[in-house]
């Protein structure tokens, strides 16, 4: 018994003023009192092997899946009623033939043929009534189908400006589940959405200017539209989820490529997403636009490793503009059983199934992790957020290979998930990737880590903006078949939301660093190239690469440097460490724990209680050059598994309209829909931030002010709401019935409305 009391005693001493991960009921610290915090019954959900993978663009078009992609045809997400002629696209895509099967083929080009066929069971397609995303499956969701709506009105002064609201119904084709429903928190989802392609200037119909396009026409999206209408809140929660592909063309244009042609031979090569040595070509480090043309192409030469924007001067553009906090370009081309051709639709699939691979390799990550993986890995020239490029073109081989950046916006994003807010956001500012690896399982990460972007940029992109038209009947129509030019559009380089995008060692909210968490082990073999803290707080961390981190290792986790070492700092805080190696360290605190030496261990500054302390650790063969007498205050890791940061949500129809789902367009009272929104929002002229509204300078906005441009009226100020009080019965839903079935029991139910 007595035996029994002084080894707890012991222990209870070499625990003494460690810190620990600890999991908490009550309420936690809330840094902004202006977040709107929330504690969930719920805890966090964990994204899962088993979760499907959806693939769809809205129509039903398998009849060449196994001829192209050497799949059988996937399961279907089906709702009974859904091949009603009113619900459909149509089953086929007469535009592009073999559109869904062609995606599929693409799909197995991101994912590889081993995960495909391990995988199969767990794919999907939907027809266009399947892709509310209140409805989707949990999983991976891609989606091919581009609606182009009317947003022309958002870059007006009259606008609404909506600040920190989400105003679901004008948001709409922006949205996912997080975004939609205020009570979904869990990140069951990550939403990889085809942009809209680019389109020659010949085929569209414009309105204005016809004959002068100019230098920079560019098709206004409906990120950049909509979404510059609300504050940087809402901005982060809409995005949150999601990942917009845009694509590049690698090894020449691929328009024209048929079989018989001298290139048909290397379709293989040209189709493969593009490495990390590749080129882009397209834009310089002034900001200038090379040769006039936004993209340049390598003169028709088809070198392989040369990738470019898909964009010529002739052509209207598609680019992330202001989506640029969640876009990355990839390979569009691909074969689809009679050419090469090359688009978005195909350029997306591509992403997703690099999405299921990593999440096949790092089994726990979440779906917003993945994200952070894929965007930060991304292959780009300059160290910021592009207008044109995004994060830059996705690097599949490195993305493979764990995160390259520990970046304070991409992180700040899973704050909005249930049980993460604690896990990524420390009291004084600084954002923590929270890898959290399964007990039993190793996670390897290989590249170096960087922390975020360096430079804040500043000034704006300059565009022609082709805005959605009116057809002559008076019906809102696409950009890329009528539109009004509106020259001189400013797009900023920086807006308010991005700020912890960009690293300012004196703004703690752009600060970033790692917290290793789970039973598992966390392998990293590239430099820790930032300097704020690495905290292992659960299983083990080891170590082959230099850090400068302050690696701290809290009771109960184990931390392993491997090989000739440098390590900046690194305080034992309770757990173990082991240096197997020579090992360089600058600072080397010691609170309490277990330390093991197998080599020479150099210090600068060892740090420790006292004396006595300073003869016990010595004695383990660490030589160092100064101590410092000092203790170590415990800093525990205060997690709540509940706690979620929130928007607030508001439907601004909700009292505008008795029914306006059971309406079409022309049916709805817009004129006192506009008098409410008036009522409860300023205008974009009237927004502390309409300085980031596209198209205003100058103290005016460049649609009020373009004489050769249409007028808008308040049709174009709804924007999505129109579309959406239009096209909202096609996407009604009872919430019931929605059931996965084989294709072959519903293909025939669709035949009638192709």
Request: net charge neutral; proline share 3%.
């Amino acid at each position: 018994m007595k035996r029994a009391m002084m080894l707890m005693l012991l222990a209870s001493v070499s625990g003494y003023g460690a810190s620990h991960l600890k999991y908490v009921d009550g309420k936690t610290y809330t840094r902004n009192e202006k977040d709107y915090i929330m504690y969930k019954k719920n805890t966090a959900r964990k994204a899962s092997a088993n979760d499907p993978v959806g693939v769809f663009d809205g129509t039903l078009d398998l009849d060449e899946i196994t001829r192209l992609s050497g799949l059988p045809a996937p399961r279907v997400w089906y709702y009974p009623g859904a091949e009603k002629a009113q619900f459909q696209k149509a089953r086929k895509d007469t535009s592009s033939p073999n559109h869904l099967s062609t995606m599929y083929r693409a799909f197995v080009m991101g994912a590889g043929a081993d995960w495909t066929a391990k995988n199969f069971g767990r794919m999907y397609t939907t027809s266009l009534q399947g892709e509310n995303p209140l409805e989707m499956p949990y999983g991976i969701a891609q989606s091919s189908l581009a609606i182009t709506n009317d947003y022309s009105g958002h870059i007006t002064g009259e606008a609404p400006y909506y600040g920190d609201v989400i105003n679901e119904m004008s948001a709409i084709p922006l949205a996912g589940r997080r975004m939609l429903d205020a009570e979904y928190t869990e990140n069951g989802n990550l939403f990889i959405q085809a942009a809209e392609n680019e389109a020659p200037v010949s085929s569209v119909n414009l309105q204005k200017n016809s004959g002068n396009t100019r230098r920079s026409l560019v098709n206004l999206d409906n990120w950049t539209a909509v979404s510059s209408g609300y504050g940087p809140e809402a901005r982060k929660l809409m995005r949150a989820e999601s990942i917009v592909v845009y694509q590049q063309i690698c090894g020449g244009w691929g328009r024209g490529w048929n079989e018989g042609s001298p290139y048909s031979g290397s379709w293989m090569d040209v189709t493969t997403p593009a490495s990390g040595n590749t080129v882009m070509d397209f834009y310089d480090r002034e900001g200038g636009l090379r040769n006039g043309k936004f993209g340049k192409m390598v003169e028709h030469g088809y070198a392989k490793n040369k990738c470019v924007v898909s964009s010529e001067r002739s052509d209207v553009a598609s680019f992330p503009l202001l989506a640029r906090a969640h876009s990355v370009l990839s390979s569009g081309q691909v074969w689809n059983g009679e050419k090469v051709t090359n688009g978005t639709s195909y350029a997306a699939p591509k992403v997703a199934g690099l999405a299921a691979r990593l999440q096949e390799k790092f089994p726990g990550m979440s779906y917003h992790q993945i994200k952070q993986v894929i965007l930060t890995t991304a292959s780009r020239k300059e160290d910021r957020l592009s207008s044109f490029t995004g994060w830059g073109a996705v690097d599949i081989d490195k993305a493979m290979r764990g995160p390259s950046m520990l970046n304070a916006g991409l992180i700040e994003e899973e704050k909005f998930f249930t049980g993460m807010y604690d896990k990524v956001m420390a009291k004084d500012g600084v954002k923590f990737f929270w890898a959290e690896v399964p007990e039993n399982v190793i996670w390897e990460w290989s590249n170096d880590i960087h922390t975020g972007f360096k430079a804040k940029p500043s000034g704006y992109d300059v565009f022609d903006m082709a805005l959605t038209g009116e057809a002559p009947e008076g019906r809102i129509t696409s950009a890329m078949t009528r539109a009004s030019v509106v020259e001189g559009v400013n797009i900023a380089r920086y807006v308010p939301d991005e700020k912890n995008f960009y690293y300012d060692v004196n703004d703690m909210e752009t600060r970033a660093g790692l917290r290793k968490a789970g039973k598992g082990v966390l392998r990293i073999s590239g430099k820790l190239d930032y300097r704020e803290v690495t905290q292992v707080l659960e299983g083990k961390l080891e170590l082959s690469g230099d850090s400068e981190s302050e690696i701290r290792v809290f009771s109960g986790a184990a931390f392993e440097a491997l090989g000739k070492r440098y390590i900046r700092s690194l305080i034992l805080d309770g757990g173990k460490i082991r240096i197997s190696g020579d090992a360089r360290i600058e600072h080397f605190g010691i609170d309490s724990g277990d330390l093991e030496v197998s080599g020479k261990v150099s210090v600068g500054t060892l740090y420790v209680r006292d004396k006595a302390e300073e003869r016990k650790w010595s004695s383990k063969g660490i030589k160092y050059e100064k101590v410092v007498y000092r203790g170590f205050d415990p800093v525990d890791a205060l997690i709540n598994p509940r706690k979620v940061a929130n928007v607030r949500h508001e439907y601004f129809m909700n009292g505008f309209s008795s029914s306006p789902l059971l309406s079409g367009i022309q049916d709805i009272d817009k004129d006192s829909i506009m008098a409410g929104i008036r009522k409860r929002y300023v205008r974009n002229s009237e927004s502390p931030y309409r300085t980031y509204v596209p198209g205003y300078r100058d103290g005016g906005f460049a649609a009020d002010r373009d004489r050769d441009a249409e007028r808008f009226n308040h049709r174009y100020y709804l924007g999505g709401t129109m579309w959406y009080m239009g096209f909202g019965s096609n996407l009604e839903s009872t919430g019931k019935g929605w059931r996965m079935v084989s294709w072959t029991d519903v293909k025939d139910k669709f035949k009638s409305y192709e």
